[in-house]
């Protein structure tokens, strides 16, 4: 089964989704599951993982309900105020939701680049565990010092990085994004997402070879086990088809053996998130 584990769905709105500037007016429009699903069978997938792309809980209950609708949506990674003193009220809430797998925050619009291991955002990290779900970190290259710390306080925690971290594809500067993601991968509970790296180089002129050095690093850190295919749409399209995004990963992996590919094209993904 073919798992596409990172892509987003949501009802353009230009204020709360300020982030979609003007140079992205290709993505400010409606992006539904009716208009992914012919794009996914076109492809060879089988099922997605839905990711927030809004703060608030409305976003999870509009994904949860697409989810409901369409059963090719295969689970939820919602939004939640990890930070709330009601958070363990809200995710028992939650509980009854069988596809919503876990929660994501946007780390990488904080300031603080040690907002992972601020006191109270780690105790709702903690508060996920007996509810058995997952936390997608999504940062910048320059937040990696603290999900190097961050990752060890939560060693029975399942935690996902998304997009590698965002590396500097465009510059090709990729010592420090290395040094950190070879430590982060280290903890054997931490997966890797080979999603987001087309937005993150040049998006008329990027090239296959351009993010080989990064994929490398990711595939010998993390190794076939602990990859997960994502194609980040509709964001993607920014920089290309869906069918380039995903040759960019089948070609890559098509080195591995058949079981590893198959693990990393969806095997992985529903292993971690227990589609």
Not at 96 to 104: E, S
């Amino acid at each position: 089964m073919v798992i596409d584990s990172h892509q987003h769905f949501w009802k353009y709105h230009p204020v709360r989704d300020a982030w979609i500037t003007d140079d992205m007016s290709v993505i400010q429009a409606d992006f539904l599951p009716h208009h992914l699903l012919d794009i996914l069978q076109q492809n060879g997938v089988d099922g997605c993982v839905a990711v927030q792309a809004d703060q608030s809980e409305t976003e999870t209950q509009f994904l949860l309900e697409l989810a409901d609708e369409h059963a090719f949506v295969k689970g939820v990674v919602g939004w939640i105020d990890l930070r709330a003193p009601n958070l363990t009220e809200r995710l028992a809430y939650y509980a009854q939701f069988k596809k919503l797998k876990g929660f994501r925050h946007i780390v990488q619009g904080e300031p603080d680049t040690a907002f992972l291991l601020r006191d109270d955002f780690c105790q709702g990290i903690q508060a996920l565990a007996p509810f058995d779900l997952t936390y997608d970190i999504l940062v910048y290259p320059i937040q990696l010092a603290a999900v190097e710390q961050f990752v060890q306080r939560f060693p029975a925690q399942r935690l996902v990085i998304d997009h590698m971290a965002k590396p500097y594809c465009k510059t090709g500067e990729i010592e420090s994004w290395e040094k950190s993601m070879r430590a982060i991968a280290a903890a054997p509970n931490v997966y890797c997402k080979i999603s987001g790296l087309v937005t993150e180089a040049d998006w008329q002129r990027w090239k296959p070879a351009d993010f080989a050095p990064y994929l490398d690093v990711v595939l010998e850190a993390f190794g076939p086990q602990r990859l997960m295919y994502g194609s980040d749409w509709p964001v993607c399209l920014l920089a290309g088809e869906y069918a380039q995004v995903k040759g960019l990963v089948t070609d890559y992996i098509s080195r591995l053996s058949a079981a590893e590919q198959a693990a990393v094209m969806g095997g992985n993904a529903a292993a971690f998130y227990k589609l």
